[in-house]
């Protein structure tokens, strides 16, 4: 069974810091999400990350992902209150079960001024 | 843009009812799934449907749930006889093709059982 693991699972951290947030998966993947959301409301894309070593970055946020490791890392910088909400990695098993996506526990970030 | 659209926003029902969960997937898309989210936890799968079948679906996805795509547009997720462990945030989302690259997720319905 595919566990997929987020940490950490709460962040407090003041505006204008750097911090990571780390998503490691159990089993063989090569595609990774990155989904925020707000509290009460849908589930934004954020990353769409489709092979090893992939990086994006949109703003202040930067994705990556080690296939080899089954790691795939969050980054934020220099963090804004807006920034603050829940950030769910998910893993698509597209191989072995019709893109059903395994989500992670979710990370509640909270940007504080 | 096209969206994923549900319907209701938020459902209040008791313990015991039938209850519909609506969603439109965006039109050309061909893969369709229900996810529920139960408040402060993570984001579960419960079934995936293509060419008019389910193709897969979770432990959760007990004999109370069934799914169907009634007229070619609307997929409907109904539980038969709601339990108050059902109250959840549900999400339909949507795939073009097997291949592509983002899944798409509708706004969700509340569903609240009392």
């Known amino acids: 069974e595919l566990k997929v693991e987020q940490n950490p699972l709460f962040l407090s951290m003041q505006e204008g810091k750097n911090y990571t947030i780390y998503c490691n998966y159990s089993?063989?993947?090569?595609?990774l999400y990155w989904y925020r959301q707000d509290p009460g409301k849908s589930l934004e894309s954020l990353f769409v990350?489709?092979?090893?070593?992939a990086v994006k970055q949109e703003g202040r946020l930067m994705a990556s992902l080690d296939t080899k490791a089954r790691l795939s890392t969050l980054h934020i910088t220099a963090a804004v209150h807006d920034l603050s909400a829940t950030y769910f990695c998910?893993?698509?098993?597209?191989?072995?079960?019709?893109?059903?996506?395994?989500f992670g526990e979710g990370t509640q970030l909270t940007v504080n001024p | 843009e096209p969206e994923v659209t549900q319907t209701p926003s938020h459902q209040v029902t008791q313990m015991g009812q039938e209850v519909i969960l609506r969603c439109v997937p965006i039109?050309?898309?061909?893969?369709f799934y229900w996810y529920r989210q139960i408040l402060g936890q993570k984001v579960e799968f419960l079934v995936s449907?293509?060419?008019?079948?389910?193709?897969?679906k979770s432990e959760i996805f007990d004999d109370q749930f069934s799914v169907e795509r009634p007229d070619g547009s609307n997929f409907t997720l109904k539980i038969r006889s709601t339990k108050l462990e059902d109250s959840a945030m549900y999400f339909c989302?949507?795939?073009?093709?097997?291949?592509?690259?983002?899944?798409?997720f509708g706004p969700g319905t509340r569903l609240t059982v009392l």
């Open positions: 998910a893993v698509d098993m597209r191989e072995t079960s019709g893109s059903r996506l395994t």
């Open positions: 089993t063989t993947s090569d595609r």
């Open positions: 990350l489709l092979s090893n070593g």
């Open positions: 039109s050309n898309h061909l893969y």
């Open positions: 449907f293509y060419n008019n079948e389910i193709s897969e």
């Open positions: 989302a949507s795939y073009r093709e097997y291949g592509a690259n983002e899944q798409f």
